[in-house]
């Protein structure tokens, strides 16, 4: 069994910085001002939400597999169960 490292990428790589300027940095320049647009427009509630959103992001772009993970998640063919699906079978949905 296996863990995922607590700071960094299996491959050695450091995390994008959950900063607003780590997140901007990371993106590609065609995401960048999309992410700036929804950082400006959050309130207090939500920025958080938006800054988590776009890091993951970020962090997608960045991974060597991004775009086969992103095409699997979007077209349903990833392995595992969805998390909504667990959450109906547990009554939580």
């Known amino acids: 069994?296996?863990?995922?490292?607590?700071?960094?990428?299996?491959?050695?790589?450091?995390?994008?910085?959950?900063?607003?300027?780590?997140?901007?940095?990371?993106?590609?320049?065609?995401?960048?001002?999309?992410?700036?647009?929804?950082m400006g427009e959050a309130d207090d509630e939500t920025i958080g939400g938006v800054l988590r959103r776009w890091w993951l992001r970020a962090e997608l772009y960045r991974d060597p597999e991004g775009d086969r993970i992103h095409t699997a998640v979007q077209t349903g063919t990833t392995p595992g169960t969805p998390a909504s699906a667990v959450l109906r079978r547990l009554g939580a949905l």
């Open 1 to 38: 069994m296996s863990a995922a490292p607590v700071h960094g990428h299996h491959d050695g790589r450091k995390p994008v910085p959950r900063t607003q300027d780590g997140v901007a940095a990371a993106l590609p320049s065609a995401q960048r001002m999309e992410f700036y647009r929804e």
